[in-house]
């Protein structure tokens, strides 16, 4: 046996045990740095905020809380406001729900000549075994569902914090940072920085255009049917199927469905059908167009990014898809030769008829002033 063969294998061993070990620790870790990457995009977000701020003589890190702290307000308010408008409806619901079976035990009656009574269908559901099976589980899924709330709390605390200490220690961040590398380095970080500041801050700008016309259109559609709450209900679609990606449009269809079923129960049909009719026109007109404006990529390629991010890493993936690939694309812009193009139809597009002789004829009479102008160069030189 060669002398170098144990040794081979020991070394292999060890290789593959720190392989396996890290391979385990990035799985135990990867919610948390899912979490850090989010909150380093949050960072970015406010960092104009707190910026300006800091730059008119304000401490950063006072500034970085005023700026978390209204950011946190809002949001507690909007889910307490939009908490209690909910829970009143479900009340209205529950009181009112014999007067909607009523009526739709006798639409059933009526349209295929049945007999049913309330009394029967209710002695038959509540003797079902399927509900007890369900009173059941539910009971037993009330610790499931409280640890689930916990959890989401804690996660959320862990990303304000993160981005808290993001956004509040910034310039020292940056200055670590530039420590460890050479000067030329250090000026590509700092302008990869302020580019996926622009970004981010563009990103957010579009995301916050869109909720607008969303909870406009939304509005609209809600005052139409009387549907109760309707500026708060606009809002809550705005916002909602803006800032969760993909599927935040129909997340946020589900309150005014479920409050505009206690006006007319064809209320919600309708506004299901708005719903998914707005849904692909945010999706394939909307977006795209707004999205390559404000944050310069191209319409494809932000629909892409946020497929691309949805299926490495979910919501979040979709949530900062399209300001990632947009500072990776401004930066690595700056890298990147580009030339004059050549004035052919092929490349500027499809030209009218008139145009394109046009274009021949003043190509056709530069060259010929360039061969009068060489012969009369050859002339004088003889």
Known sequence: MPRWLPRAIVLALALYSVFLLGSWAFHQLVGLLVNILLAFFLALAIEPAVGRMAARGMRRGLATFLVSFAVLIFSIGFVVLLGSMLAGQIVDMVEN????LDSLI????????????????QDSVLSSDWLQKYVQNSASGVLDVSATVLGGLFRLLTIFLFAFYFAADGPRLRR???SV???????????AWEIAVDKTGGYLYSRGLMALI?????FVLFEILGVPYAPALAVWVGLVSQFIPTIGTYLAGALPMLIAFTVNPWYALWVLGFVVVYQQFENYLLQPKLTSKTVDIHPAVAFGSVI????LLGVVG???AIPAVATLQAFLGAYVKRYDVTDDPRVHGHRRYGEAVVARLQKALHHKKEKERAAAEDSSAE
């Not at 006798?106 to 269908?121: A, G, K, M, P």
């Open 97 to 100: 729900f014999p007067q909607y």
């Open 106 to 121: 006798n639409w059933i009656n009526q349209t295929f000549h049945t007999d049913l009574s309330r009394v029967e269908v």
């Open 176 to 178: 670590a940072l530039c």
């Open 181 to 191: 590398l050479p000067p030329a380095r250090q000026t590509e970080v700092l302008r």
């Open 214 to 218: 969303s909870g406009v259109a939304h």
């Open 308 to 311: 691309a991010g949805t299926a």
């Open 318 to 320: 979709a949530l900062i």
